[in-house]
């Protein structure tokens, strides 16, 4: 029998993580330098998971601010030093998180965040909600040169644990984490909470999960299932 799949990889926001206040008000704070009005919580949500440029990117045409491929860098860099300026006032671990999380490394798994934030607001937050130690290695967008979708993301967020991709499962919230994990032959879970835009049973997950507190479950499942 085969070994037992005991490395995670794990997306942030819309898995780990409710980010999306404090991401619209960095966006809001953005639209405000410009003198434009404010975007709706629901409709930043939805602009949040292929990294922060292109969150900008669709926060700037959604507010109808005309903009310019190289102009897209200097608006990047004044939405990041709004949200890193403020990135866990109301940004919480979604319910089930912290306790999950101690519960799988007490039952031997190896963790990882693969994650399309940029690293240093990654830090960030997971040090100032108590949760960067459950975790071996912790990769942003930034610190890889192709960053999710693209497998070479979620492939260095393994190998910065010591682990492979036959050993690890994929937990995220959108298409952007299950094409990676499909990419590398992993299986993938995502929480019907998140972020992801298209419906859920389109993502092509192994596992669709209502609830964190239920992973160490489902992980039981999937090998139950091999
Ligand atoms: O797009 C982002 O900034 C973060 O998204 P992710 O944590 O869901 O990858
Ligand atoms: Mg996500």
Redesign the pocket.
Known sequence: MSQRRDALAF??????ID?APD?AIAVNRLLADLGRPELDLPDIRRM?????G??VERALTAASVPHRAEELNGYLKRFLAHYEAEPVRLTRAYAGVPETLAVLRAAGYRCTV?????QRA?DMILEALGLASYFGAILG?DAVQN??PHPDHLAAALTAIGATSGEAVMI???A??VAPARALSMPSIVMAY??GRAPLSELGADLILEDFAGLPDALDQLETAR
Do not use: Q, V
């Not at 949040?48 to 922060?52: C, K, L, N, S, T």
């Not at 693969?114 to 940029?118: A, I, Y």
């Open positions: 997306d942030l926001d819309g898995t780990l980010s991401i949040i998971g292929d990294g922060a292109t969150l693969c994650t399309n934030k940029p990654t967008a960053r999710k995220g919230d959108s952007n984490d998140g972020y």
